[in-house]
């Protein structure tokens, strides 16, 4: 019996490796299709250092990617990017792709000068999700970065009726793929016309924005100051003056004024009223410009700041 159940498990693990093998020879050849489209439209190349896929979990691993330019000079490298719940022939109800690891390559940017030397040094993570539900056709995506020491940002936001939206995006993925690499003409009139329509049907229903010094925000906004050839009280003296020009609230100016003098968190969300696209959102804010408090009262706006 023993030997038995030996055989079995060692067949099983056989198979398993042997899955294993073909999924990553799949999801390789899938990839390169995939940066194959990013080097086209960014003018750049991109290399790595091998592929896995986590069959339990639905996840592609990536390891060792750089990023090069035109001229053959490494821009960025990232230590790992993982995508889960990637279906390039389909669309995925749910989508996430991370980059951790994320460095920049100061001598391949054409004006390092122009970047905070803190960004330029530090170690970044990137998020993207995607939740789609089809029957509903409701959407929310999320984005989130995180400088090591320095500063993270996380935004949200959530659509209704975007069916549109998505299947116009899918299509216009799928056609790119399917182009010769060497073609230029990656974008037709009627798939920008057809994603410009299925935008306008989208209804916002919720937006959110938060970010977090992890320490050396004030050092980073001080050194982008420098930059561009201001100081620290130059900056807060224009930053009021557009604050108390803008048509706000008074709570909504106090909360930026008090991020912009502790930097330590700033967080703005809105909730929406249902049944709006954007043309009729716009066309209502537009209606209620010069009150303040009854358009944050229309979106539902919050506002924090320390």
Known sequence: MRKILLMVV????????????????AAEEELLKQLSLIEIESNVEIEYASVDVHLLSDKISVRGLEVKNAADQKMASVELMSMQGFRPDELSEFTEVRLNGVRLNKPAWQQPTTFPPLLLESRFDFAFAMAYEPDSGALEIKLGMDAKKVVSMAMSANFHN???????????????????KQSNALNSPNDSERMSDAWIQLEPRAFMLEVNSLGRLSDLLDQHLKNQGLDREAFKQMFTEQVYSA??????????????????????????????????????????????????????????GS
Do not use: C, W
Not at 10 to 25: E, F, K, P, S
Not at 249 to 277: C, V, Y
């Open 162 to 180: 975007a069916t549109p939206f998505m299947e116009a995006y899918h299509a216009r993925r799928q056609q790119k793929l399917q182009m010769d």
């Open 10 to 25: 060692g067949v099983g693990l056989v198979v398993y490796g042997v899955i294993q093998h073909l999924a990553n020879q």
């Open 247 to 304: 048509d706000s609230t008074q709570k909504t100016k106090d909360a930026l004024l008090a991020f912009a003098d502790g930097l330590q968190r700033l967080h703005i969300s809105a909730q929406l009223p249902e049944g709006m696209n954007f043309p009729s959102l716009t066309k209502r804010l537009n209606e209620l410009y010069g009150q303040p408090e009854a358009a944050a009262d229309f979106l539902n706006l919050k506002v924090e």
